[in-house]
């Protein structure tokens, strides 16, 4: 699922919205006017914005009917802007308060401008008394700026260039910069860019929402409802990374203490890598070499039971569990990771994965939150802006939020070759949790096609198909994540759910048997009643469920914790 | 005599009535009151005292009963399922012979009265309705525990929107198929929390303090109440279904949700001997026999991401 945006600048240390604001703060005309005509010029500011070529707006429009077309390039925009970036030099990116306008940055274009010849200014003092909208203080600035956001759009790239016009009713000259400056653009190509700004200017003044005729064309429509929310991110406040961090923190407390089991991880009693000083080695070897997820487990809770502050032996215990279906001890271990770690990346996203499992989506809502306020600061920093107070009880409102800020982060890289396919599965589990299922497994899909060895996306995908009443369809995706890991016993489980509810009951407690087959450990003898510490319930209580349509009540009380499971297919095969 | 052998026991107190006020710090005549009755039954080696006439081991019920009101008074009781988790570890942990305790509290209607647009008194109540929240423990010595909260006695009627046709027929039916019905229950709701996703008893006081204990009783007598109003039932059967499932999918700590509701039954009052028709219009309130139909309803399998 590619949305637009456009441009190389992913990283997460810079603004992803950087190439929006350099818009904004360079004027580009004269750069275009070196490379068109002059009369072209304002044609060509325009054209900027109608990038999006039609077939791309087809491709948008299809996405948005939820086609099932594959990822659509927007390779030819990309390209674009990175030529406006080649030709803009670096303005001041403080990119920190969004795209707040930012008054010294005024200064500079201003002091540059002067630096011009006189010719320029004439013609901008010019132009300013002609325009009606003089706003003499830098105050108005921000609130002309939010209403020339309420351009649906492409939000950030128009609204840096209204920022651009703006800039030239204040800075005389402004449209100078250090390459060119000296440079006297034609006098007509001038008059047409004083019209348009008039016209601009009036319409600005009176309505917030006066749709920019000029540069109307793009998309139209397409992202309303996801860019709406954006513009009044726009705001004069702001909450310092510190500010927001400390709210995000109120608000998972909150979820957290509702959900008090997985406060401490249970260690099994009988752990053959206890005094291992290289448990969490073995651990990651035992991983890799394909052998029993619970031998991996055991391997890393000897890890962290030498050293609890051991952080990534806590992150691969949580991630072991989770795909061992144990999802309340992967939950206890990733919770513990994020204490000692609260930005670790993976765990977050593994954690709110396994909060959707069990149902709470507000909690996971939180982590995911988290997540891409870590990874994707500025985005995540803006909306908070907008609304301070996750709405506890809104469980849809707070999804749709959320999902906002994912999508923004998608937009930033919608070619394959720079996709983050942690987002777009961080969307396709958003989507999962209110049951659009469609979009999810698009979601689902992308990741895959980034990581196409990947058994868990395999596996996530099974889910969504599986969810959405496709059970051969989710087979095929269960299987397929069971070839990349033989021992993915979640994987494993799932199929036992599928064939369920087809009906094929043998064929289901089969795997379910197997799955449990993959909880015993060698070495680890055999306790009485099968008291082993961390259970997998679901897959307990899905093979009685089994049992049950099958009408095999007999055997339900056979089927506990620490059960064998060899001896127990005798009883049915 | 035949030899005999004692196979199952428990005592305890049942009935102990209070009522706790709870004053507001910043302004004492600000006031909460919650009137409770309180029922504690005690398992454990107390065997010789039924078959050897051997009181050594008894705790007498009027101890239960002291401990109950002591523990009233000094421990926060709101919501009930807090106070009955904290009577429970209090019965476990100071009496060694104990292995298992009941405790069911049923707590009392008292609404605060309100003016008329709308402002609360502070310390004046109002019983509206005979309903009960009930709160139900079970706890033994080695930490399993199973909580069950719920209402009871909530009394609906509707007096259109249900129906009953397409039932089973057979030469002992005589019951005729309606599409238009008073429906009228005395509401017995009642949600078991999941005790493996809470793991130990200690969770219920986060659980509370957090406002998850309320928030899930406002939520099922809510979602009660919709559904009861809104859905054009079928039966009381597939109403009951449809709340317990929506209850389900609103508190994911809950493992299951019963219903037991009796059909109150409304008969149409026969006219015909004065020539009159009568239109759904007067009815006789069927004080016996009454329907009775329960259901638990608990989450089906599903696929994990």
Redesign the interface.
Known sequence: MSLLGGGSECSTGANPLAHFNKHAQEDTSLQQSLRNQPGQQRRMMLREENQMSMSEKQHMESFMRNDQTGAFSFQPMANELSNIHRHTPLANQNIQRGNQFNPQEFQQLNMRAESAGPGWTSEFSQSVSHSPAQLPSQQQQPSMMRSSLNRPLMGGMSSGFMMGRSAMSHAPGVHANQADAGRVVEVESMQQWEDTFKEYEAGLQGREDEPIEVNANIMDGAFEQVWDNIQETYADTELTNDEYQAAWEKDFE?YA???????KYAFEEQNQFANDPDAYEIGLKLMESGAKLSEAALAFEAAVQQNPDHVNAWLKLGEVQTQN?K??AGISALEKCLQLSPENLPALMTLA?SY??????NAAYATLERWIQTKYPQIAQQARVENPDIEA?DRVALNKRITQLFIKAAQLSPDVANMDPDVQTGLG?LF?SIEEFDKTMDCFRAAIGVRPDDALSW??L???L??SNRPEE?IEAYSRALQLNPNFV?AR??LG??Y?NMGMYDDAIEHLLTGLSMHKVDGLEEIPDGMVSNQS??LL??LK?ALLAMDRRDLIDKVKPGMDADSFRKFLF | MAPTVLTASTYGKDNVKFLKVKKDPSNPQKQEVMEATVKILLTGDFDISYTKADNSPIVPTDTVKNTILVEAKTFDIWPIERFAAHLAEHFIKKYSHVSGIDVTIHQHRWSRITKEDGTPYDHSFLKDGEELRVASLNYKRNGDFVLTSGLKDLTVLKSTGSMFYGFHDCDYTTLIPVTDRILSTDVDAAWEWDS?????I??IY??A????ID?AFKHARQVTLDLFAIENSPSVQATMYNMASKILSLV??VRTVSYSLPNKHYFLIDYKWKGLKNDNEVFYPSPHPNGLIKCTVA?D?????
């Open positions: 909150q203490i509702s959900r008090m089991n997985y406060g279906e999802e309340s994965i959707v499992n069990d149902g709470y989506d009880d589990v999962y596996n996530r099974g889910a969504s599986a969810n989710a979640r489980y799932n759910v599928s369920i319930t679901s209580e899905t469920r | 493996k996703k809470l793991g130990s200690k969770a986060g659980l303090e957090s406002g998850a928030a994911p700590q989450r399998i599903k696929a994990k991401l």
